[in-house]
């Protein structure tokens, strides 16, 4: 971090050959690349990242227990992240035997954190769901650990908060933030819940603590401003909201002193300034390129397996519509438990025996079903004169001379006989003598039908 004395004078004007800084807006701040194209330093602003967690300034009122006084942003941020209760314990592992693992992750979270990185990226090759973009990173992916991807980062970083901020609200303005400081209530939110809020008053704050046309936000913008200074700028707003505007500011400069409120100077660079920062190594872009490449190879394999599984499935489709009908019927819902899931339509020696109630629906279906498959075997012409030569609406003693309809009551009796585990009432050897071999008799009146049918209720 630059000394005081380093510092530049006054403001100069600003050179027309120098673009302007405060550019893009909210909606264009997100970083957006295709799958499987790195992000680059001048995506992710590497050198900002470099100077912010570098930093060894310990100022800072540490928000996990810790037997240090003050801790820098680095640590801070970290423990930050380190204490969330949505923070896995795999990644917690990794980040505590790993501490550079856990640096690299705390400048994903801050991208996260500002609106930078948006919840559509991933960071891992073997990324499935087309939600989201995969990307490398080689800048912040020197370790081996798994970087996750943006929704589970924001997940945390959400619950990133206070012991005393689990039972009731965060702070959501910045004014409630420096009330508490000013109060000392410290720390009077955690670092990740001041960066939210920060983000999302960036415009109203925009004339509070930065020249026009600049915002918080610009901070992590490819522009033409130095990064150590914009890095300084950012410490500088971190210290003012946490530990109190009163308190002297050790990220102060000349101007900052002279302009109370105000961050620190910040330095406009030339184009040819910006284009030595943010510089990719030749080892990074090999990296990138070899990671993109594997990218591309798995999602071909994916393609490949899902076109093959889809082929599977139509086959087995093709497969089921060309299998024959079998004598087995659709299972029937029964409100009551225990009752049989199948109900076979076979011939009587081996047709089931049924011991509980079935819908009356379904014993009426099972005995069309079985009456049809009968009569169409046993006797097709008799059938086919049985549906063409008899009307089911008309109700006349003279149709039960009809020896094909007495054959068809016939059968249905045993149908029902069998459903129902017992035969019928009166048994059939008990009818009138009057009456033919054949059941119902000739001479049953309709009065004599209806007691019978609800005899065998």
């Known amino acids: 971090m630059a000394s005081t004395s380093d510092l530049p004078g006054p403001p100069q004007p600003q050179t027309d050959s120098a673009p302007l800084a405060g550019y893009l807006s909210r909606k264009a701040l997100p970083i957006k690349r295709n799958d499987a ?33 003050k801790v820098h942003f680095c640590d801070l941020y970290v423990n930050a992240l380190y204490m969330s209760h949505k923070c896995s314990k795999v ?8 501490p550079a693992f856990a640096v ?97 008053h960036a415009a109203p704050l925009a004339s509070t603590h930065f020249d026009p046309p600049l915002n918080f936000l610009d901070l992590f913008l490819p522009i033409n401003i130095a990064s150590a200074d914009r890095a300084r700028a950012f410490l500088w707003l971190m210290f003012h909201y946490l530990e109190g505007p009163e308190q002297p500011n050790p990220y102060d400069d000349d101007y900052s002193r002279q ?52 082929k599977a499935k139509a086959a087995a489709s093709a497969s089921k519509v060309a299998e024959p009908i079998s004598g087995r019927l659709r299972p029937l819902r029964s409100q009551q438990e225990g009752v049989k899931p199948y109900i076979h339509y076979l011939p009587p020696d081996r047709a089931p025996q049924l011991t509980q109630s079935v819908p009356i629906i379904g014993l009426a279906l099972v005995a069309l079903v079985y009456i049809t498959e009968t009569c169409s ?20 003693d003279e149709e ?16 029902i006989a069998r459903l129902r585990g017992r035969p019928p009432t009166p048994p059939l050897d008990q ?16 009065e004599h039908r209806w007691r019978t049918v609800e005899s065998w209720k």
Not at 378 to 393: I, M, N, R
Request: charged share 25%; aromatic share 6%.
């Open 37 to 69: 194209e790195p992000l680059t330093r001048e995506d992710v602003q590497f050198d900002l990242l470099h100077h912010i967690f570098n930093d060894r300034h310990k100022v800072f009122t540490p928000q996990a227990p810790t037997e240090e006084s």
């Open 91 to 98: 990644l917690k592992d990794k980040m505590a035997d790993t």
């Open 104 to 200: 690299e992750l705390a400048k994903f979270a801050l991208l996260t954190n500002v609106g930078r990185i948006n919840t559509t990226m991933a960071f891992f090759p073997e990324m499935k769901t087309a939600l989201r973009t995969y990307h490398p990173v080689p800048s912040l992916q020197k370790t081996d650990g798994n970087a996750q991807d943006a929704p589970r980062i924001k997940n945390c970083l959400k619950a990133a908060l206070l012991p005393s901020e689990l039972k009731s609200m965060p702070p959501s303005t910045p004014e409630e933030i420096l009330q508490k400081s000013r109060a000392h209530q410290l720390p009077p939110t955690s670092i990740v819940n001041l960066i939210f809020v920060l983000a999302n």
């Open 259 to 310: 302009h109370p409120g105000k961050v620190p100077w910040l330095r406009r660079l030339s184009e040819e300034a910006m284009e030595q920062e943010n510089v990719d190594t030749p080892g990074e872009i090999e990296w990138g390129k070899s990671m993109s490449e594997m990218r591309n190879i798995f999602l071909q394999k994916l393609v490949r397996s899902f076109d093959k599984e889809k």
């Open 377 to 396: 075997n046993a006797c097709p012409a008799d059938a086919w004169q049985v549906v063409t030569s008899t009307d089911p609406l008309v109700d006349s």
């Open 400 to 415: 039960l001379h009809d020896e094909h309809v007495r054959l068809d009551y016939s059968r249905r009796v045993d149908v």
């Open 431 to 446: 009818l009138p003598p009057d009456s033919s071999s054949s059941y119902p008799p000739s001479s049953d009146t309709r």
